[in-house]
């Protein structure tokens, strides 16, 4: 991870540090956000290949760690019951965490109306389930056709699959676009911030992601930048969706990536928040095979540094 250490100056002071010692014009730019925040996913402790680590357990690391929150992955919970979702809001407050994101998993492309008004529902129980635990924001997936049905063969395919035979893209964006929106009213009500991830299928590549958000154009829709998922030219796709941002989920890979390893410079991707003024969450997402409490411990140790924290 090629990253020096900087810190958020005010602009006028940025400027003139510039003039004076000769950094470099982009790092002046990166001074016009405020200070952003760091959380942990949980999945960073748990890649679906190991037994689940608990969501506590989570929260507990992350406060010894010193970040602001976590980002709970859904599939990565014990229950949905009251009593647990309130005990995970209680187990985070006394620890000095706050629970920022509920990564849920969906798949809006399917010519089947009952499959997508599934995920609809499914999403719409999850808008409220973060209510309930306080947490402002759910992370979203397009979904994908499924003509690959192993998610490591579409890894190996970086994540590029055929379209269903007899359909065209143009019917998977329409799917996407009217589930999404019938979510709306939902996350409306609750307060719930829904966020469109760059992860695969529709949303594949920058102009897909748009695609959506831009078609449907509410407050309650934003996008989830994932810094690893953009495999090739990654920097310009990215600065494409950082406008539209409003969570980041930063990929690092010590140890070698479980699926592919992206060698992330993310001083370039600070400065590239910062010109949009994003002052929200950096969440970690730690997708490498070292043990999971030293790659966590030195990717946030690295994103500190690269966002000035």
């Known amino acids: 991870m090629k990253v020096t250490r900087r810190s958020f100056l005010g602009a006028a002071a940025a400027a003139a540090a510039t003039a004076v010692s000769g950094a470099e014009p982009h790092a002046a730019a990166a001074q016009k956000t405020g200070r952003v925040k760091f959380g942990i996913s949980t999945y960073s402790y748990w890649h679906f290949r190991t037994p689940k680590v608990p969501i506590e357990t989570v929260i507990e690391k992350a406060s010894r760690l010193g970040v602001e929150g976590v980002d709970v992955l859904h599939r990565q919970m014990d229950g949905e019951d009251r009593a647990y979702l309130q ?55 397009s979904g994908r056709w499924n003509t690959i049905a192993s998610f490591d063969k579409l890894m190996e395919a970086r994540g590029e699959e055929p379209i269903l035979p007899g359909y065209t893209e143009d019917d998977g964006f329409k799917w996407c676009i009217d589930c999404i929106e019938k979510c709306l009213p939902k996350a409306a009500e609750c307060g719930v911030l829904l966020a469109l991830e760059n992860h695969w299928g529709l949303t594949r590549t920058p102009e897909g992601l748009l695609r959506v958000v831009n078609a449907i154009n509410s407050p309650w829709l934003g996008v989830l930048m994932d ?74 140790e690295m994103l500190r540094k690269a966002f000035g924290g």
């Open 227 to 300: 810094t690893g998922n953009f495999l090739e030219q990654p920097y310009e796709k990215l600065k494409m969706i950082a406008p539209k941002t409003v969570f980041v989920q930063a990929k690092t890979y010590y140890g070698g990536g479980e699926w592919y390893t992206l060698d992330l410079d993310y001083r370039r991707i600070a400065t590239m928040l910062a010109e949009v003024n994003y002052h929200g969450y950096i969440s970690l997402e730690f997708e490498g095979k070292e043990a999971a409490d030293s790659g966590v411990s030195k990717s946030i």
């Open 87 to 141: 005990k995970l809001k209680r187990h985070a407050f006394t620890h000095g965490i706050d629970l920022i994101c509920l990564s849920i998993h969906q798949d809006f492309v399917d010519p089947k109306p009952e499959v997508r008004q599934k995920d609809i529902d499914h999403t719409i129980r999850c808008i409220e389930l973060a209510c309930q635990m306080g947490i402002p924001c759910i992370r979203l997936n």
